[in-house]
Each structure stands twice: as structure tokens, then as C-alpha cells.
């Protein structure tokens, strides 16, 4: 899967936690969560378990402390799949 | 370099159940955290509360470490809790509180220690029926800190934003006259400006669900000056937030 085709699906994962959907649909990869699209901290861990979910795999304490934009959010998903559960 | 860090959490918009579930708060608490759980002192506390409390306080040691380390990157597991203290007077079943501000009678607050790296805080928490609030401060003693939760009729991040600013603004204007405005450094933390002059207030803005909250310190130069300004004025003796240290 390529980082193209997973920006996409994390908009999806990323829907139900953002009420800027004009600024979602067009996320790249230095989106902040947070700061652009104004996402509560308080769901920083919702978005992890959500991504663990879509694609099969563990996000350790380690690495979801990098995710708060999406090209890092990206990186960790590629690196995850690549490893065996 | 004094700074301020607080937190909301709005019981009602977490997820009572995700919160439970082991890989949801294995995010957050450490093992040292989660082993703390088991101390007699929280037998009443429900876990999700007791997730929310220390994410409060992480969030909060963040928010204040933000201003003194910019590239800083939110790490709940490097933001270690110690020492919980529950409140000598715990209010059980206590109504909605739709707004609150400290006044310096702390027999209702958690309070305990919280380690950053070489960095040692103090917190002090409020858990009300409704939200969870949390302050940090440099200093055990929290006489300078000025914190307060409200209660707010629509969620939303724009409507939250805005309600944040007007609580905060009118409680710094009961201490500081004038046309204050917030405004964000790129770094993403609020200063306080008169007109372009930056008040050198730290300040802290929070807001999740129908809560919003705000905290902020007055140094001795402002206290002076608020104390010239109020001399006359009764109500000096309780004119701080914290009435001990009017």
C-alpha cells in the first residue's frame, strides 16, 4: 500500500474526530492534528487505537508520540505493517 | 522562566468503555501509573476517572513545558505521576458545577508531583460530576495561580475557542483594565496583549465538550500593582485569586 492510499483512508479515520471537513479532505503530509485540523488531545489516543484497528497492527508508546501530523502518522503505519504482530 | 499548563476533560464526551480496555490506557499510564490505581485511597474512584485525572495532569506538565522547551512533542509516557493525594474533604455526589474558580481553600483538590526529565511539578485537580481540571505549577505553593472552569452551551472548537478567551479575559480584566486580547505564538502557546504590548502574563487555555478552562499566574509585580490600584478598595483582602495570598 502506498502513502498516497493511506492519506486517503486516514481521512476516514481522522472523520470522526475533526469538524474542519474542508480542511481534512485536503490534508497532506505536514497536517498538524492538532493545530490544523483542531483536533482535542483528548482523542490523540482514539485516532491510535482506531489506525491499530484499520490496519492490523500494534502502536507502541514509542512510536504514537511521533504521530501528530499525518506524514508521521503515515510513517508509522508502513513501518508497523511491515513487521509480524 | 515561569509558565502555566492546565486541562479539561469533559466526563461526558469520553468513552467510558475504550477508556477500560487495556490498550487504550496502556497509552497513557505507565506501569508504576497503573499500579497506583490499586492504593486503598482510590477504592471509590471509578478507572476511567483515574485514567482521565493523570492524562489531565500529563496534558497539563505539557502545556506548561511547552513554553520553556518549543520543539517539545507530547509524550504521556514521559510525563510520570507520583504521590496522588486525594482532597481530606471528598464531596461525594456533589451537583454539576457550571463554573468554578479557585479561591485557595484546597480541602477540595487532588493534589501530587509530576516528573518531566529533570523537571519537577505540582498539580492540583478537581473532579466534579461533570469534567475532571487540572493546573500545574512550578512551586508546591499555588498562591500566584489563578485557574476556573465554566460550563459552555454548545460544543464545537470554534464556539469552544471563543468562549475560552471571553472566561479568561474577564477575570484578567478584574486584575488588569483595559482592551486584552489573546493571541498564539507559532509555537502554539497564548500570550496576552494590551493593544501590541505583550502583558508577560503565562496563561493556559483548555476546552473539551461543554467545559472550558483557563489558568494563569500573577507575578509579585502585577500583585503590587494590583495592590496600589485596590488599596482603598475592601475587597483587597480577598482580591487575588487565591485569598490567602491577598
Known amino acids: ?85 | 522562566m515561569k509558565s502555566t499548563g492546565n486541562d479539561i476533560v469533559a466526563l461526558r464526551s469520553i468513552n467510558k468503555q475504550r477508556t477500560g480496555q487495556f490498550r487504550f490506557y496502556s497509552k497513557i499510564l505507565s506501569t508504576s501509573e497503573q499500579a497506583l490505581y490499586h492504593q486503598p485511597q482510590f477504592a471509590e474512584m471509578p478507572f476511567e476517572n483515574y485514567v482521565w485525572l493523570l492524562w489531565s495532569v500529563k496534558e497539563s506538565a505539557y502545556k506548561y513545558l511547552k513554553r520553556i522547551i518549543p520543539n517539545l512533542v507530547f509524550s504521556p509516557a514521559k510525563i510520570v505521576i507520583q504521590d496522588i493525594k486525594i482532597p481530606p474533604q471528598l464531596l461525594i455526589n456533589e451537583p454539576g458545577v457550571i463554573q468554578w474558580e479557585n479561591t485557595g481553600h484546597d480541602e477540595e483538590l487532588y493534589t501530587g508531583k509530576v516528573i518531566y526529565s529533570s523537571h519537577i511539578f505540582y498539580f492540583q485537580s478537581k473532579i466534579s460530576k461533570d469534567w475532571i481540571a487540572t493546573v500545574v505549577n512550578d512551586d508546591k505553593i499555588f498562591d500566584n495561580v489563578c485557574w476556573g472552569v465554566q460550563s459552555i452551551a454548545e460544543e464545537g472548537y470554534y464556539h469552544q475557542s471563543k468562549a475560552v478567551r471571553t472566561f479568561l479575559l474577564k477575570k484578567l480584566n478584574s486584575f488588569f483594565p483595559g482592551d486584552l486580547h489573546v493571541d498564539k505564538t507559532p509555537v502554539g502557546y497564548p500570550v496576552i496583549l494590551k493593544g501590541i504590548q505583550n502583558m508577560h502574563i503565562p496563561v493556559s487555555l483548555a476546552h473539551h465538550g461543554h467545559f472550558v478552562a483557563y489558568s494563569f499566574i500573577l507575578n509579585p509585580a502585577h500583585k503590587k500593582n494590583i495592590r496600589i490600584r485596590h488599596q482603598s478598595a475592601l475587597q483587597s483582602q480577598s482580591y487575588f485569586c487565591n485569598s490567602r495570598s491577598g
Open chain 1, 1 to 85: 500500500m502506498d502513502r498516497n492510499a493511506i492519506l486517503n483512508e486516514l481521512k476516514k479515520v481522522l472523520n470522526p474526530y475533526t469538524e474542519n471537513k474542508e480542511m481534512l479532505n485536503g490534508i497532506n503530509e505536514k497536517t498538524d492534528l492538532i493545530k490544523d485540523l483542531k483536533i482535542n488531545s483528548a482523542n490523540l489516543v482514539d485516532i491510535i487505537i482506531d489506525a491499530e484497528s484499520q490496519y492490523h497492527i500494534e502502536i507502541d508508546f514509542e512510536s504514537a508520540e511521533k504521530m501528530y501530523n499525518v506524514g508521521n502518522l503515515i510513517e508509522v503505519i508502513i513501518d508497523k505493517m511491515k513487521r509480524p504482530k
